[in-house]
């Protein structure tokens, strides 16, 4: 079985400060990992994702990832934070050794950024 | 190119009734997923469709189900709906359906049973 933990229900964050957004995870092979974020009343965004190679991923807006094997992490990162990046984060999971196509999603992190 | 497409928005139905859901993939892709998210439960994996053949379920009653069309329009359609089925109704498409691609989520339909 496949699992995310978002440990974090909410972030703040003060306008131009590095935010992190922490996500954990569990797969018994080797994982996909996924970010996504969410806008009111608007549907998931994809961000970026991990498949292999280079831990350090790079993603849409600004937002990177950082894929750590041995503490089964993909903390979102950004170095500088915006007021418009205020929404829900969801990290994902799919396992390598799972034929379909099915999505893990952590609970979410509602991050705010304050101006 | 346009994105996934999901209609209606909002809908409103009566306990007992049943409801058909209808998702647009992105032109070009084959893959497609549906997901239920409430604040309670989040987001959970109802079934993916690829090529007119439900590959995946997940854990939900059999009153869910969905289909494919030739042209990889998918719908869901929920039977004898209950309280609990009230929520956002997410439909996400992907190229080919491997497990490396990201999926592309429409903007989903919001139920609310009454």
């Known amino acids: 079985a496949q699992s995310v933990a978002q440990p974090e229900d909410q972030v703040n964050v003060a306008e131009g400060n590095p935010l992190t957004v922490k996500c954990t995870y569990s797969?018994?092979?080797?994982?996909?990992l996924f970010w996504y974020v969410q806008y009111p009343n608007r549907g998931l965004q994809f961000l970026l994702k991990?498949?292999?190679?280079?831990?350090l991923v790079k993603g849409s807006y600004g937002f990177e990832a950082e894929f750590n094997k041995s503490q089964t992490s993909f903390h979102l990162k950004k170095p500088s934070a915006l007021v418009s990046d205020s929404a829900l984060y969801f990290c994902?999971?799919?396992?390598?050794?799972?034929?379909?196509?099915?999505?893990?999603f952590g609970g979410g992190t509602r991050l705010m950024v304050k101006p | 190119k346009a994105g996934v497409t999901q209609t209606p928005r909002y809908l409103i139905k009566t306990r007992g009734q049943q409801v058909t859901l209808s998702c647009s993939p992105i032109?070009?892709?084959?893959?497609v997923s549906w997901y239920q998210q409430t604040p309670g439960q989040g987001l959970q994996f109802l079934f993916e469709?690829?090529?007119?053949?439900?590959?995946n379920k997940g854990n939900f009653p059999g009153r869910f189900s969905g289909r494919q069309f030739s042209n990889s329009r998918s719908e869901m359609n929920v039977s004898t709906l209950e309280l609990g089925d009230s929520a956002l109704y997410l439909c996400?498409?992907?190229?080919?359906?491997?497990?490396?691609?990201?999926?592309?989520f429409g903007p989903g339909t919001r139920l609310t049973v009454t």
């Open positions: 797969v018994s092979g080797n994982p996909y």
């Open positions: 991990y498949i292999t190679g280079d831990n």
């Open positions: 996400a498409s992907s190229l080919e359906g491997q497990p490396s691609d990201e999926q592309y």
């Open positions: 032109s070009g892709h084959r893959s």
């Open positions: 994902a999971v799919r396992d390598m050794a799972n034929a379909g196509n099915m999505l893990t």
């Open positions: 469709y690829f090529s007119e053949t439900q590959r």
